[in-house]
């Protein structure tokens, strides 16, 4: 279901309520960029350490903004059956009374929603408002000072003409008389009635539906009255709530601590840290608690489908689609009554009825599912192999089974990374060689990340499943196509042959063996007589 800014209030009860009532919930975002060009060399590598890669996302997080939200609420009904609520909620920074929000769009990453069938119209003229605990406080001060402003040029537009159509009207209008303003965004209807009243002493407003407010002339004790009464809807604390936006809804996520599942998720969580709670820290260790804070149990479905990958005749699988559609075969899972039954909501069932992937409700319904069909194949695996699985498994045991699972690299110490052997560059009569000019010259054959080992030798490095045949048939093709390069030589890395610390002990410890042996030959050994 998608859901912008004009339906999104009406329907904020009915997801407080759902999400009360949730076994866990699917996230996924999409954004006008994923990682930034600027400053260079700032797109994440293999290389680099859990804080290193933190520290890039968060330069990159800082420019690009989401354009979608995909929540999906999974909520256990009798026996195995879980109905899914999905929903596509289209965002756009908050331009009421705070600092003109500035963002970046990347060429690829909007190509690629295009692609997908992204509606910019949904995001540019009906994305959901939103805001962080700073820029409330900000808006929350200037209000308490009268100092607000309005951001927006196109809503600078609309207040002129509001005001313009107000004032020639009011001049002759009789006390209790109405007028009606039309076409106004949600965000452009309390905008004009906060411009009105500020001008206006003997106006009052109030809101109706489809985009209009009445407009009434009133004397200036009527007004008195009306201010902050049950009738206002301009108070202080409705302004901010207006204002925050799809951060209410945030905050009842936070509030309802239930399991929040994503893939491949490090990126969203960020998002979500910067737009909704506060601005990113510089320290990873300080992100990471914030997040355990708020999300008490996460669970990524890309690090839970590696491990299956290695348990299972598991397909290879690269994306979120790949694996659900592998989990849907009847390879890995055949015909179980005890396997749990996926259904979505009557009013959100455009999704049974058609894929669309890249669009973030539905990918949140993907990890959702991939995670319930991923924790019934673990739980068959537990009770040893065959044995039957106890009708209708409770959303617990599938969370016991996913125990080692739970909050992996996103609390306390990051289990390092396994990735397959190195690959290492020797280069000869090419002078000035760099990372870049290695990277352009082998991704034709497979896709490495590379680093420089030394003066004229690099180290190259995969993401790819240690256990991947395409990715060892193309480290092959490696070694063979460039056995004989007359510049570059390329062979498997060994640490004590290729690491410059090893290489540094050992000629260390070759020069105090030859010292010794010079010792011992000068010195001669030692006399002896009988």
């Given at each position: 279901?998608?859901?912008?800014?004009?339906?999104?209030?009406?329907?904020?009860?009915?997801?407080?309520?759902?999400?009360?009532?949730?076994?866990?919930?699917?996230?996924?975002?999409?954004?006008?960029?994923?990682?930034?060009?600027?400053?260079?060399?700032?797109?994440?590598?293999?290389?680099?350490?859990?804080?290193?890669?933190?520290?890039?996302?968060?330069?990159?997080?800082?420019?690009?903004?989401?354009?979608?939200?995909?929540?999906?609420?999974?909520?256990?009904?009798?026996?195995?059956?879980?109905?899914?609520?999905?929903?596509?909620?289209?965002?756009?920074?908050?331009?009421?009374?705070?600092?003109?929000?500035?963002?970046?769009?990347?060429?690829?990453?909007?190509?690629?929603?295009?692609?997908?069938?992204?509606?910019?119209?949904?995001?540019?003229?009906?994305?959901?408002?939103?805001?962080?605990?700073?820029?409330?406080?900000?808006l929350n001060q200037r209000l308490s000072e009268g100092s607000w402003r309005i951001c927006s040029a196109l809503?600078?537009?609309?207040?002129?003409?509001?005001?313009?159509?107000?004032?020639?009207?009011?001049?002759?209008?009789?006390?209790?008389?109405?007028?009606?303003?039309?076409?106004?965004?949600?965000?452009?209807?309390?905008?004009?009635?906060?411009?009105?009243?500020?001008?206006?002493?003997?106006?009052?407003?109030?809101?109706?539906?489809?985009?209009?407010?009445?407009?009434?002339?009133?004397?200036?004790?009527?007004?008195?009255?009306?201010?902050?009464?049950?009738?206002?809807?301009?108070?202080?604390?409705?302004?901010?709530?207006?204002?925050?936006?799809?951060?209410?809804?945030?905050?009842?996520?936070?509030?309802?601590?239930?399991?929040?599942?994503?893939?491949?998720?490090?990126?969203?969580?960020?998002?979500?840290?910067?737009?909704?709670?506060?601005?990113?820290?510089?320290?990873?260790?300080?992100?990471?608690?914030?997040?355990?804070?708020?999300?008490?149990?996460?669970?990524?479905?890309?690090?839970?489908?590696?491990?299956?990958?290695?348990?299972?005749?598991?397909?290879?699988?690269?994306?979120?689609?790949?694996?659900?559609?592998?989990?849907?075969?009847?390879?890995?899972?055949?015909?179980?009554?005890?396997?749990?039954?996926?259904?979505?909501?009557?009013?959100?069932?455009?999704?049974?009825?058609?894929?669309?992937?890249?669009?973030?409700?539905?990918?949140?319904?993907?990890?959702?599912?991939?995670?319930?069909?991923?924790?019934?194949?673990?739980?068959?695996?537990?009770?040893?192999?065959?044995?039957?699985?106890?009708?209708?498994?409770?959303?617990?045991?599938?969370?016991?089974?996913?125990?080692?699972?739970?909050?992996?690299?996103?609390?306390?110490?990051?289990?390092?990374?396994?990735?397959?052997?190195?690959?290492?560059?020797?280069?000869?009569?090419?002078?000035?060689?760099?990372?870049?000019?290695?990277?352009?010259?082998?991704?034709?054959?497979?896709?490495?990340?590379?680093?420089?080992?030394?003066?004229?030798?690099?180290?190259?490095?995969?993401?790819?499943?240690?256990?991947?045949?395409?990715?060892?048939?193309?480290?092959?093709?490696?070694?063979?196509?460039?056995?004989?390069?007359?510049?570059?030589?390329?062979?498997?890395?060994?640490?004590?042959?290729?690491?410059?610390?090893?290489?540094?002990?050992?000629?260390?410890?070759?020069?105090?063996?030859?010292?010794?042996?010079?010792?011992?030959?000068?010195?001669?050994?030692?006399?002896?007589?009988?």
């Amino acid at each position: 279901m998608d859901v912008g800014a004009a339906a999104f209030g009406r329907l904020l009860p009915s997801l407080r309520d759902r999400v009360r009532r949730a076994a866990f919930l699917g996230l996924d975002m999409e954004f006008t960029g994923l990682y930034s060009t600027f400053p260079q060399n700032n797109q994440p590598s293999l290389f680099d350490s859990p804080a290193e890669r933190y520290l890039k996302v968060r330069q990159s997080v800082q420019r690009f903004t989401v354009t979608q939200l995909g929540l999906a609420i999974f909520s256990k009904e009798n026996s195995n059956k879980y109905v899914v609520h999905s929903y596509n909620f289209f965002l756009f920074p908050s331009t009421l009374g705070v600092t003109d929000v500035e963002f970046t769009l990347s060429a690829s990453s909007i190509q690629f929603l295009s692609h997908y069938g992204f509606d910019f119209n949904k995001f540019l003229k009906d994305g959901i408002p939103y805001m962080n605990e700073l820029q409330e406080k900000s808006l929350n001060q200037r209000l308490s000072e009268g100092s607000w402003r309005i951001c927006s040029a196109l809503d600078r537009d609309v207040m002129r003409k509001a005001t313009d159509e107000v004032t020639s009207w009011i001049v002759a209008a009789e006390e209790g008389e109405t007028m009606i303003l039309k076409d106004l965004s949600g965000s452009q209807m309390l905008e004009v009635q906060l411009v009105l009243r500020q001008a206006l002493q003997n106006v009052w407003t109030q809101p109706l539906e489809d985009g209009e407010v009445v407009v009434k002339k009133v004397s200036p004790q009527q007004r008195r009255l009306l201010e902050n009464s049950s009738l206002d809807y301009c108070r202080k604390e409705l302004i901010l709530m207006s204002a925050r936006g799809f951060t209410n809804l945030f905050q009842i996520l936070v509030k309802a601590k239930k399991p929040l599942v994503g893939h491949n998720m490090f990126v969203d969580l960020c998002h979500l840290h910067d737009k909704f709670y506060k601005p990113l820290p510089e320290s990873y260790e300080e992100f990471k608690r914030n997040i355990h804070n708020l999300f008490p149990v996460l669970i990524d479905t890309k690090t839970v489908s590696k491990s299956i990958w290695k348990n299972y005749q598991f397909p290879r699988a690269s994306t979120l689609s790949e694996v659900y559609e592998a989990l849907c075969s009847s390879t890995l899972n055949p015909t179980d009554p005890t396997g749990p039954v996926i259904a979505l909501a009557s009013d959100c069932s455009r999704y049974a009825e058609k894929k669309s992937p890249h669009e973030a409700g539905y990918d949140a319904f993907l990890c959702g599912s991939v995670l319930l069909k991923s924790a019934h194949l673990l739980l068959r695996r537990v009770t040893k192999c065959g044995d039957t699985v106890e009708a209708d498994p409770s959303f617990s045991q599938y969370l016991t089974v996913l125990a080692e699972y739970l909050n992996k690299n996103f609390s306390g110490e990051d289990v390092p990374s396994q990735h397959p052997p190195l690959l290492v560059v020797r280069v000869q009569g090419w002078p000035q060689m760099n990372e870049r000019q290695i990277y352009q010259e082998l991704k034709a054959l497979c896709r490495f990340d590379v680093r420089r080992l030394s003066e004229n030798q690099f180290i190259l490095l995969s993401n790819k499943f240690k256990h991947d045949i395409c990715f060892h048939y193309s480290v092959r093709l490696v070694l063979r196509d460039y056995k004989h390069h007359p510049n570059l030589q390329i062979s498997v890395y060994r640490h004590w042959r290729h690491s410059p610390h090893v290489n540094c002990l050992l000629q260390a410890s070759g020069i105090v063996a030859l010292w010794s042996l010079l010792a011992f030959v000068l010195g001669g050994p030692p006399f002896c007589s009988l």
